[in-house]
């Protein structure tokens, strides 16, 4: 993707990169404090396959692509630069000194090089799914992962869960709030333990054992689930878990901790309260660390974000207005 050309020589406030819901809602909150702000986003949203956002207040159903230009239109609004392109890498340009203030270059895939007083990340995750045919073409629509995000759509239809995780168990049991017809598939990697075939058996979900070899599908509709025997077995729509992989490249190039997750589901940034990396004046927001966030609460994530950096400028100025005052004392 080609970015657009970036007229700002002199440093933004804040580079945000990635304009997801995160980085958006940190943009609108940063706008609104009168701050100068680039986003630059990637283009590559996480829920694009997805028909519609759920669970985000006055907005269910929206279709992400909507949701996101909503977005952008309302933080060019509070005089927010927003561009298309891929942030690479980024570094400190701050004084080699304790104490320095924080700045920084962010270099981008078009050769161009935007400078920041502080960075926000929130470039998401990416999902790493089973080697299985017909999965990555189904992902979204009815090859689910999370049921608060899709359960409504699929309530009372055939679901098979995919044994690709030891969470697997897990999903067979809470998608059973949304249909009486659940199928977990072993799928030669999950083992239940004896206390789980009996909480299997007593919600009354059917258990397959055998190595799954794909997805049957007939008129763009998933039909079915083929086992390497040959079996077909018949389902609506399958539930898989996902490994979850931060995109921490720009984070990583920082010197950023990229770690495992403590649910086992996938690597993260680990960060403060507010978003604060372990890199002064960097901060991370979204699914980048929050791994199991939904769309709504990635946007609130961006949004404390936003304001730790809003304030952590404002001391920053504080602090040099006040050196400048002394310094204006002693000369005088």
Same mark, same amino acid.
């Given at each position: 993707?080609?970015?657009?050309?970036?007229?700002?020589? $002199?440093?933004?406030d804040?580079?945000?990169?990635?304009?997801?819901?995160?980085? /958006?809602?940190?943009?609108?909150? &940063?706008?609104?404090?009168?701050r100068?702000?680039?986003?630059i !986003?990637a283009?590559?949203?996480?829920?694009?396959?997805?028909?519609g956002?759920?669970?985000?207040?006055?907005?269910?159903?929206?279709?992400?692509?909507e949701?996101l @230009?909503l977005?952008r239109?309302?933080? /060019?609004?509070?005089?927010? !630069?927003?561009?298309?392109?891929?942030?690479l890498?980024?570094?400190?340009?701050?004084?080699?000194?304790?104490?320095?203030e924080?700045?920084? $270059?962010?270099?981008?895939a078009?050769?161009?090089?935007?400078?920041?007083?502080?960075? /926000?990340?929130?470039?998401?995750l990416?999902?790493? &799914?089973? !080697?299985i045919?017909?999965i990555? $073409?189904?992902?979204?629509r009815d090859?689910?992962?999370c049921?608060?995000c899709?359960?409504? @759509?699929?309530?009372?239809?055939?679901?098979?869960? /995919?044994?690709?995780?030891?969470?697997?168990?897990?999903?067979?049991l809470l998608?059973?709030?949304?249909?009486?017809?659940?199928?977990?598939?072993?799928?030669?990697?999950?083992?239940?333990?004896? $206390?789980?075939?009996?909480?299997?058996?007593?919600?009354?979900?059917?258990?397959v054992?055998?190595e799954?070899?794909?997805?049957?599908?007939?008129?763009?509709?998933?039909?079915g689930v083929?086992?390497?025997?040959?079996?077909?077995?018949p389902?609506?729509?399958?539930?898989?878990?996902?490994?979850?992989?931060?995109?921490?490249?720009?984070? @990583?190039?920082?010197?950023?901790?990229?770690?495992?997750h403590?649910?086992?589901?996938g690597?993260?940034?680990?960060v403060n309260?507010?978003?604060?990396?372990?890199?002064?004046g960097?901060w991370?927001?979204?699914?980048?660390?929050? &791994?199991?966030?939904?769309v709504?609460?990635?946007a609130a994530?961006g949004?404390?974000?936003?304001?730790?950096?809003?304030? !952590? &400028?404002?001391?920053? @100025?504080?602090?040099?207005?006040?050196?400048?005052?002394?310094?204006?004392?002693?000369?005088?």
């Open positions: 993707m080609e970015t657009q050309e970036i007229a700002k020589a $002199e440093a933004y804040a580079v945000v990169v990635g304009g997801g819901a995160a980085g /958006l809602s940190a943009a609108v909150t &940063l706008g609104r404090a009168l100068s702000v680039l986003v !986003d283009g590559e949203p996480r829920n694009a396959p997805a028909a956002v759920h669970g985000f207040l006055s907005r269910d159903g929206i279709n992400p692509k949701l @230009e977005g239109a309302e933080a /060019l609004q509070y005089g927010v !630069d927003v561009v298309s392109g891929v942030a890498t980024a570094r400190s340009t701050a004084e080699p000194v304790e104490g320095a924080p700045a920084f $270059e962010v270099d981008l078009d050769g161009q090089t935007v400078k920041a007083r502080r960075l /926000l990340v929130t470039t998401g990416t999902d790493i &799914l089973p !080697d045919a017909g990555r $073409e189904r992902w979204g090859v689910l992962h049921p608060y899709h359960g409504w @759509e699929v309530r009372n239809k055939a679901i098979g869960i /995919l044994g690709s995780v030891p969470m697997a168990l897990h999903q067979a998608f059973r709030q949304w249909s009486p017809t659940i199928t977990l598939f072993l799928n030669d990697i999950v083992e239940p333990s004896n $206390e789980q075939w009996e909480q299997l058996a007593a919600r009354s979900i059917s258990v054992e055998g799954v070899q794909a997805l049957q599908v007939t008129d763009d509709a998933l039909t083929l086992l390497a025997s040959g079996t077909v077995i389902v609506d729509a399958v539930v898989t878990g996902p490994r979850l992989e931060a995109r921490s490249g720009v984070l @990583e190039s920082l010197g950023a901790l990229v770690v495992e403590p649910m086992g589901v690597t993260h940034v680990e309260p507010q978003g604060a990396t372990s890199v002064p960097v991370a927001a979204g699914n980048v660390t929050d &791994l199991t966030g939904q709504m609460a990635s994530a949004v404390m974000a936003g304001a730790a950096i809003n304030a !952590d &400028l404002m001391m920053a @100025e504080t602090q040099a207005a006040v050196e400048q005052a002394r310094h204006a004392a002693l000369t005088h």
